[in-house]
Every structure is written in C-alpha cells, then in structure tokens.
C-alpha cells in the first residue's frame, strides 16, 4: 500500500484519478486531497476517500471545516497545505493535477522531496523543465505522465534509452477548429470549448483549440525524454486512436493506441512498470476503419510555433509563454480578448521579454508573479 497525494482533486483529471485508485483498490492510501475554490464538492470526495488532509483556498476554509464537522479530517490552506501534501515523508506519490502555473511550487517541492510525480500539470515543465530536471537528479524524484501522449511515448519506449529515439511523433486531435479554413477572430467562446475527442477543464480545452497545447507538449516531451526540439513532429490524427509514437534510430516505428480515455495513461503512470487490468470500452478497430494524418495549419495556429520558438530560445521565455497565455485563456473565456488575441499577446509580451539564462527557481516566480501582477 502506498501514500498518496491528489492536487486538483475536483478537477477533470482528479475524477478519472479517483476512478483509476477505485479500479486499483488497496493498493493507495490517500493521504491529502486538494481543491481551489470546490468546497462542497472536496467535502463530499472527503467523505468518500476519508484522506488525513484536505486543502483548499484560505477564503473557503471556514465553509470546508464545517462541512467536515463530525469527520478526523484536517483542513489545509493552499499556502502551507500544498506544501505539506508534497513534502510529508510518509507521501510516496503525488499526483499533480492542477491546473496551470499554481501547480508549479508542488511540482517543485515533490521533486525536491524525492517523490514519485504522477505529472498532469504540464504547465510545471514549460516554465521549469530544466529545473525540475536538475531537482529529480538530485534527489531521486520521478515523473511519470498524466498526459496521454507523453504516456504513449512511454509505453512505446518499452524501457528502451532515450537515445535510441530517432524522432517523436506526436499525434494532436487538431481540436474544435481542426477544419477551419477561414479566420478564427470570432469564434465562440462555446465554440472553442467544444472539443471534439476529449472532455477536459475550460483551460486546457482552449489550449487545444488554439493548439498552444500542442505547443507546451513538445515542450513536455523534450524536457520528459531528453529531446531537441527538432526531434519531434506534430501531426494532426483526428481519430486520436494513436497517441503518439516514437521513431527509432533504425527506422521502426511504435506507437500506442487506445480509446480517448485519461484513466489508462493515469492507471500507467501509478502503477509503473506494471499493467493493471482495467475494464473500459475497447478499440473496434472495425469501427474505426481507417486512420487519417495530416500537417497542422500554422497560419490558422500560430501557437505551435510560438511554442518552438520560445523553447528554441529558452531561459525565462517559455515561462513567459507559460503564464501570458494562461493569463489571456482566462481572459478569452471572461469575454474580455478575442480568440485570435490569445496567441497574439503571448507573442507580444514574449518579444518585449528580457530573458534571463539558465534561471534559478525563484527567477523562474519572479518573472511569472511579475507578468500575473501586470496582465491579469
Ligand atoms: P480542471 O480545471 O478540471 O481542474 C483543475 C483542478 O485544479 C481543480 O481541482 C481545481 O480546484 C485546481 N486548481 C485550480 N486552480 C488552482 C489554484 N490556483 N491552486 C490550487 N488548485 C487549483 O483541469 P483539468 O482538465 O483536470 O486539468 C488539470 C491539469 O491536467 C492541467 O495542467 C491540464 O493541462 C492537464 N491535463 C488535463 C487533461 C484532461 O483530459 N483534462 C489531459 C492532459 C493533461
Ligand atoms: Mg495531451
């Protein structure tokens, strides 16, 4: 039995998290569970998973503890609770799946204490890939991809060295606008939610329909297996049945396939190296019939190379790239900016950057609590 952190409990990944420690039964003990502002629901899931911990912003405290009542269950704020729930030595994995630049100190603080990182935030590894890297070096920390694609390099690799790999292809549904011909300036807000493949919190969905996403997971990928960016091709695979693949230095290819489900990559990365069995829906491939590839437009979607270039760059670009963008999806779903002026300030205030090389950790905050105190 192992101990167990959920950051981003609430969440889209933190339901299919709670179904797949359903499913593995026994095997985890959750210890802490996390949430923003989602009391009443962080309240419920308490007293379903009865962890030692909860933790939720310092405005909902009081909500959260009378809900909790009669229960032994102690209530954290996000201040010192994530904190704890990353470095308690008792902790042996934490699931990171929060969103956005808030789940950078967790991703921090785990690879510091030398904890098994079941990574969903992304957002960890564009800002401080290199850093987080440097960390898990040290101490012995690990991560292991949430994201599907990253998983499905994983379990093409097969245990296999990092240099074998000759190139990654990395599959992207294309998203809602994937046929678009014409601008995106006034698209819906609903619209850009609507993704085609994947059910998904507000934020990443718009990611994924500007494709910054795919952007941030060539990002992911070259800080998770030790890549160049050039080593890593993004097509657009509308049936998602590939989830990516790896092309070896003697030309053979591996992909791994799947329904589009988050359950088996997270199942993948908490029970790694083993397989569990796991009741879902199956590929029909009789069903699916045939499978289509395409180049990604990158007029339409100039957020892919942004996102190349901001990693070609390095230092403190990708964190500008990280946050701007965070900042302006928020923005875009407020009804305040339009689609199209997403990606447009991100290369805006990335070309106004000075970067820093080779950042420090609390370089890497400053520069990202300076463009939240400035933009948002
Ligand atoms: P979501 O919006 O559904 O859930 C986000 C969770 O983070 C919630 O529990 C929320 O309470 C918590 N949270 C939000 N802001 C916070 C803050 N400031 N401090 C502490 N906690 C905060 O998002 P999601 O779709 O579950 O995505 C979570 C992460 O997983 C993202 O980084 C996303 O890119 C990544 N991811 C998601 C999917 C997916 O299928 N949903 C797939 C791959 C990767
Ligand atoms: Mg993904």
Same mark, same amino acid.
């Given at each position: 039995?192992?101990?167990?952190?959920?950051?981003?409990?609430?969440?889209?990944?933190?339901?299919?998290?709670?179904?797949?420690?359903?499913?593995?039964?026994?095997?985890?003990?959750?210890? =802490?569970?996390?949430?923003?502002?989602? =009391?009443?629901?962080?309240?419920?899931?308490?007293?379903?998973?009865?962890?030692?911990?909860?933790?939720?912003?310092?405005?909902? =405290?009081?909500?959260?503890?009378?809900?909790?009542?009669? +229960?032994?269950?102690? !209530?954290?704020?996000?201040?010192? %609770?994530?904190?704890?729930?990353?470095?308690?030595?008792?902790?042996?994995? !934490?699931?990171?799946?929060?969103?956005?630049?808030?789940?950078?100190?967790?991703?921090?603080?785990?690879?510091?204490?030398?904890?098994?990182?079941?990574?969903?935030?992304?957002?960890?590894?564009?800002?401080?890939?290199?850093? !987080?890297?440097?960390?898990?070096?040290?101490?012995?920390?690990?991560?292991?991809?949430?994201?599907?694609?990253?998983?499905? $390099?994983?379990?093409?690799?097969?245990?296999?060295?990092?240099?074998?790999?000759?190139?990654?292809?990395?599959?992207?549904?294309?998203?809602?606008?994937?046929?678009?011909?014409?601008?995106?300036?006034?698209?819906?807000?609903?619209?850009? #939610?609507?993704?085609?493949?994947?059910?998904?919190?507000?934020?990443?969905?718009?990611?994924?329909?500007?494709?910054?996403?795919?952007?941030?997971?060539? $990002?992911?990928?070259?800080? #998770?297996?030790?890549?160049?960016?050039?080593?890593?091709?993004?097509?657009?695979?509308?049936?998602?049945?590939?989830?990516?693949?790896?092309? =070896?230095?003697?030309?053979?290819?591996?992909?791994?396939?799947?329904?589009?489900?988050?359950?088996?990559?997270?199942?993948?990365?908490?029970?790694?190296?083993?397989? /569990?069995?796991?009741?879902?829906?199956? #590929?029909?491939?009789?069903? #699916?019939?045939?499978?289509?590839?395409?180049?990604?437009?990158?007029?339409?979607?100039?957020?892919?190379?942004?996102?190349?270039?901001?990693?070609?760059?390095?230092? +403190?670009?990708?964190?500008v790239l990280?946050t701007v963008n965070e900042i302006m999806?928020? /923005?875009?779903?407020? %009804?305040?900016?339009?689609?199209?002026?997403?990606?447009?300030n991100v290369?805006?205030e990335i070309?106004?950057?000075?970067?820093?090389?080779?950042?420090?950790?609390?370089?890497?905050?400053?520069?990202?609590?300076?463009i939240?105190?400035?933009l948002?």
């Amino acid at each position: 039995m192992k101990n167990l952190s959920i950051l981003g409990a609430t969440g889209s990944i933190g339901d299919s998290t709670l179904k797949v420690l359903d499913n593995l039964k026994g095997h985890f003990k959750i210890m =802490y569970m996390s949430a923003n502002n989602n =009391y009443k629901k962080l309240a419920d899931l308490a007293k379903k998973y009865d962890p030692e911990y909860v933790i939720i912003d310092k405005v909902f =405290y009081k909500d959260l503890k009378e809900l909790l009542g009669s +229960t032994k269950i102690k !209530v954290l704020t996000n201040e010192d %609770g994530l904190i704890q729930a990353t470095s308690d030595p008792r902790v042996q994995v !934490v699931v990171n799946a929060i969103v956005g630049s808030f789940g950078l100190r967790p991703t921090i603080t785990a690879a510091e204490h030398g904890k098994v990182i079941a990574l969903a935030n992304k957002e960890s590894l564009v800002m401080a890939g290199e850093n !987080v890297n440097k960390l898990m070096k040290k101490t012995g920390a690990k991560i292991l991809p949430i994201d599907s694609e990253h998983s499905a $390099i994983l379990q093409s690799l097969n245990g296999e060295e990092f240099s074998t790999i000759h190139r990654i292809i990395l599959t992207a549904s294309g998203g809602p606008f994937r046929d678009r011909k014409d601008s995106l300036e006034n698209v819906t807000i609903a619209d850009a #939610l609507a993704h085609p493949n994947w059910s998904m919190g507000d934020k990443i969905s718009i990611d994924s329909a500007t494709m910054m996403n795919k952007g941030f997971e060539l $990002i992911e990928a070259v800080h #998770l297996f030790d890549l160049k960016p050039k080593q890593i091709d993004i097509i657009i695979h509308p049936e998602s049945a590939i989830h990516s693949m790896v092309e =070896y230095i003697d030309g053979s290819v591996i992909a791994q396939l799947g329904l589009p489900n988050m359950m088996l990559p997270i199942q993948y990365a908490l029970t790694y190296p083993e397989r /569990k069995k796991m009741d879902l829906p199956r #590929l029909n491939f009789h069903k #699916l019939g045939t499978m289509n590839f395409y180049e990604p437009d990158r007029k339409l979607f100039p957020a892919i190379d942004v996102a190349i270039a901001a990693i070609n760059e390095g230092g +403190t670009v990708p964190v500008v790239l990280n946050t701007v963008n965070e900042i302006m999806v928020y /923005k875009f779903l407020q %009804g305040k900016i339009k689609f199209t002026e997403i990606v447009e300030n991100v290369e805006k205030e990335i070309s106004k950057h000075k970067k820093i090389i080779n950042p420090t950790i609390d370089q890497i905050f400053e520069v990202n609590d300076e463009i939240w105190k400035r933009l948002h």
